[in-house]
């Protein structure tokens, strides 16, 4: 069964960096769309915040993260890392990887429906 463990999350000032990182395990990470979604505090429903697609590393961002956020694959090492650069508290959330094959995810990468595989989150707090 695949499984996905994110880690990297904590307390940053605003304006400074985190990297998350999503560990993939059970099956090889080529061929998967990989999410980065988000959950903040009173939200009912996570926001996709980056995609990758890892067949041809097509790249996919939610607007307020553009130029600020960076996806990147490690085919090797079956991750997948968020950089995020300028961090803003806005961005405070519960952090969640996803992976998923569906055709859909071609076209939606950013919406939840479609991947089948989550893992369990990374808190990240930014401070004023």
């Known amino acids: 069964e695949v499984q996905l463990v994110e880690s990297g999350g904590g307390l940053v000032q605003a304006g400074g960096s985190l990297r998350l990182s999503c560990a993939v395990s059970?099956?090889?990470?080529?061929?998967?769309?990989i999410g980065w979604f988000r959950q903040a505090p009173g939200k009912e429903r996570k926001e996709g915040v980056s995609?990758?697609?890892?067949?041809?590393?097509?790249?996919d961002y939610k607007d307020s993260v553009k130029g600020r956020f960076t996806i990147i694959k490690d085919l090797e090492k079956n991750t997948v890392y968020l950089q995020m650069n300028s961090l803003k508290p806005e961005d405070t959330a519960v952090y969640y990887c996803?992976?998923?094959?569906?055709?859909?995810?071609?076209?939606?990468?950013?919406?939840?429906?479609?991947?089948?595989?989550w893992g369990q989150g990374t808190q990240v707090t930014v401070s004023e």
């Open positions: 995609s990758i697609k890892t067949s041809d590393g097509t790249t």
């Open positions: 996803a992976a998923g094959r569906g055709r859909v995810l071609l076209l939606l990468s950013l919406q939840a429906i479609g991947y089948d595989y």
């Open positions: 059970g099956d090889k990470l080529d061929g998967y769309v």
